[in-house]
C-alpha cells in the first residue's frame, strides 16, 4: 500500500513553492510520494494565459527533480474535468494506494465554490497548508463552517490512513511567497523555452510533446 498525496493545480509554471509545500506535507504525513495533478484545464480559471499542458508537465518536471514527486497529467487520460470526479476515478484505477488531498489555505477560502466539494471531502480526507495572507479567510469561509467539525489534531497528522471521512488535518508551514502568479510577471514567455520538447509523465509513463506555437 502506498500512501500517495494528490496536489492539483495548474502548474503555471511550477516554482519552487510547490516543490517545498510538497516535501513539508510529505514529511509530516508520512507520504510515500506526492502526486502533481497538472490540469489540463481549471474550471475556475481563465484560459487566457495558460500556457500548453506539455510545457505545464515540463516545468513541473524540472522543480520535481531528485524527489518523490510525481507529475503527471493523468486527467487528460481519465477524462475528468473536475477535481471530485478525478479523485473518485484514482482511488477505482489504484485500489491498493491510500490517497490523502493537499491543498494551500488559498484554496480552502474558495472552496465552497468547487463542484460538489462535500462530495470531495467524502472521498478522501484533506489536508490544508498554511499560506501567508489566507488563513483567516479560509476560517471563516463556508466550508470551513461545514468542514469544522471534521477537523483531526496536527500531532496525529501520520495516522490519516486510519481516519474515517470526512477528515481535515491543519498543517502549519513556515510563509513562502513564492507564486506562479510572480514568475509570469518575470517571464511572461516562460514556455517558450520548452517549445518543440516532449515531456514523460511520471505515472502513466506517456509522453507529451510540447506544441512549437502557442497564441
Known amino acids: 500500500m502506498k500512501r500517495i498525496g494528490l496536489l492539483g493545480g495548474s502548474f503555471n509554471p511550477a516554482h519552487g513553492g510547490h516543490r517545498a509545500i510538497s516535501l513539508f506535507a510529505m514529511a509530516a504525513l508520512g507520504l510515500d510520494e506526492v502526486w502533481w495533478l497538472v490540469s489540463p484545464g481549471n474550471p475556475l480559471k481563465p484560459a ?9 508537465l515540463r516545468s513541473a518536471q524540472a522543480q520535481a527533480r531528485r524527489s518523490r514527486i510525481r507529475p503527471t497529467v493523468i486527467e487528460r487520460d481519465l477524462g475528468t474535468r473536475y477535481t471530485v470526479d ?35 471531502a467524502r472521498t478522501l480526507p484533506i489536508a490544508v497548508i498554511a499560506r501567508p495572507g489566507y488563513d483567516a479567510p479560509a476560517r471563516a469561509g ?74
Open 48 to 56: 487566457a494565459g495558460m500556457a500548453p499542458l506539455g510545457a505545464r
Open 86 to 120: 478525478t479523485l473518485r476515478a484514482l482511488v477505482r484505477r489504484y485500489p491498493d494506494h491510500r490517497f490523502i488531498w493537499l491543498m494551500g489555505a488559498d484554496n480552502l477560502a474558495q472552496f465552497a465554490r468547487w463542484r460538489n466539494w462535500r462530495g470531495l
Open 142 to 215: 463556508q466550508a470551513m463552517g461545514w468542514l469544522r467539525r471534521f477537523v483531526r489534531r496536527a500531532g496525529h497528522a501520520d495516522r490519516w490512513t486510519d481516519w474515517s471521512f470526512p477528515a481535515l488535518v491543519l498543517l502549519r508551514f513556515r510563509p513562502d511567497p513564492r507564486s506562479a502568479t510572480a514568475v509570469r510577471t518575470a517571464a511572461p514567455l516562460w514556455h517558450i523555452a520548452h517549445a518543440g520538447r516532449q515531456a514523460r509523465d511520471a505515472v502513466t509513463h506517456r509522453a507529451l510533446v510540447v506544441p512549437r506555437h502557442h497564441a
